[in-house]
């Protein structure tokens, strides 16, 4: 069947639908409420480097989507179920990182070269604490590690922290380009690259940055990066996004 | 296919009423979205969370969408799949109907109004008896007003499916409507 064997809808069923509208809108008080939460849902996934977000940042659109947290781990034992051990495994951290010596390592934090572009809205993120330094002039004492499963000192996994700054530059890029000023955005999408170029966020710094390359008419370098893109990421959800960017150069 | 570069020509192609911003998102298509997630058979004790949920969804999603497309399809889009998980737990499995007098406005029982009370009544009794990817497509296209392709595209269905869920849901809607009609006036 095509839209041209399409027949028309029925007369009464047409006046019928014609004759319900509008759709009862929202009351005044849960549009309120919706931003309020929502700004805080936003600003607590950045602080807490968008562990939740990121948790569902895979999982395509178009599969079951989480609901209320309660409803969707009550529903899937699986979750339960992993979200007992990661609980449990980070206790047993947290445990162990009270109980061991005391191990004093100097890290030294990398000063932001830029200052963060100031807030477009009320919805923009704010840079999380941890992800700054307590004291540009004294090297830092390292934090006590995070509750996590243990081994996060030897592996590649990142902090929060990471995960927070990755965010606020991410943001900062979007934002710019989201403005259009291109240029602007390819600052903190290249100094992401440089800090975390296995992050969290690493495809979908990528897929920004193609798209950025492509409106600023750099398009070797967006098809060079676009093709690693394919590469890296062949499954990604943000793939329709890079074809669609590549599609688009004249 | 040469097409325009995304996110840059928006404004200048036609379709400069998609709000780029998220907080000008948010403001422009909130009602949009609650009407939706109604029309999918969304209680509205639930509305609110699922409403959050969906813009939470746009803001991560938002530097990937392409403005050459129009906005509410896309939106549609995580309503509906957001709604459908929510569906799927048998404790939210019930409609919206029954509260119906709760959500139309409190303006005097006119004749007019009353009788668009009875239609809206009768649109969701309608809607309810729709499998909820039929009862997508045919909100998208007999309320919302798109095109097949777009509703295609934010499906992620084939353009064949979606019209014939839509000759289903239809047929399935005028059913119901019609049986409806005829029982109350036989009472």
């Not at chain 1, 947290?94 to 004093?104: F, N, Q, S, T, Y």
């Not at chain 2, 029982?109 to 009788?115: I, R």
């Amino acid at each position: 069947m095509s839209g041209r064997q399409l027949e028309r809808l029925d007369s009464d069923i047409a006046a019928l639908l014609r004759n319900a509208e509008p759709y009862p809108d929202a009351p005044v008080d849960a549009r309120a409420r919706v931003h309020d939460a929502l700004k805080l849902r936003i600003a607590d996934a950045a602080a807490v480097g968008l562990q939740n977000v990121e948790g569902d940042a895979g999982a395509p659109i178009d599969s079951p989507a989480p609901t209320s947290g309660i409803f969707s781990l009550a529903s899937r034992p699986i979750l339960a179920l992993a979200a007992t051990f990661v609980v449990g495994a980070s206790a047993g951290a947290g445990l162990h990182a009270v109980l061991r010596p005391p191990r004093d390592r100097i890290i030294y934090i990398e000063r932001p070269s830029v200052s963060p572009a100031p807030p477009a809205s009320v919805f923009d993120v704010v840079a999380p604490a941890s992800a700054l330094p307590a004291s540009p002039e004294a090297p830092a004492i390292e934090a006590p590690p995070p509750a996590r499963p243990a081994a996060t000192e030897k592996s590649a996994a990142p902090s929060s922290s990471d995960l927070g700054a990755e965010q606020v530059l991410l943001d900062v890029a979007r934002t710019a380009f989201a403005q259009g000023r291109g240029e602007e955005a390819l600052g903190p999408l290249d100094r992401h690259a440089q800090r975390y170029p296995k992050g969290i966020l690493a495809e979908e710094r990528e897929a920004l940055a193609i798209n950025v390359l492509v409106t600023l008419g750099r398009y070797d370098d967006a098809r060079a990066r676009s093709a690693r893109f394919l590469r890296r990421y062949p499954g990604s959800l943000l793939r329709a996004s890079v074809e669609a960017a590549i599609e688009a150069i004249p | 296919m040469a097409r325009s570069p995304p996110l840059q020509v928006a404004a200048s192609a036609g379709v400069g009423a998609s709000p780029r911003d998220f907080d000008a998102i948010f403001a422009q298509e909130f009602s949009y979205v609650w009407r939706t997630l109604g029309r999918l058979g969304i209680r509205e004790p639930d509305r609110e969370d699922l409403a959050n949920e969906v813009f939470f969804q746009v803001y991560r999603r938002l530097p990937t969408f392409d403005f050459e497309r129009p906005l509410r399809p896309w939106l549609f889009a995580f309503a509906f799949r957001i709604a459908s998980g929510h569906r799927r737990l048998a404790r939210n499995r019930f409609e919206q109907s029954v509260e119906l007098s709760e959500v139309v406005d409190g303006a005097p029982c006119a004749d007019e109004s009353m009788e668009r009370r009875e239609s809206q009544e009768l649109v969701d009794r309608g809607l309810e008896s729709l499998e909820l990817d039929q009862r997508a497509v045919f909100v998208l296209f007999e309320i919302d007003g798109c095109a097949m392709p777009e509703i295609a595209t934010a499906l992620a269905i084939p353009l064949n499916t979606g019209y014939s869920r839509l000759r289903l849901a239809r047929a399935r809607f005028a059913a119901t409507v019609r049986r409806i009609k005829l029982q109350q006036g036989e009472s």
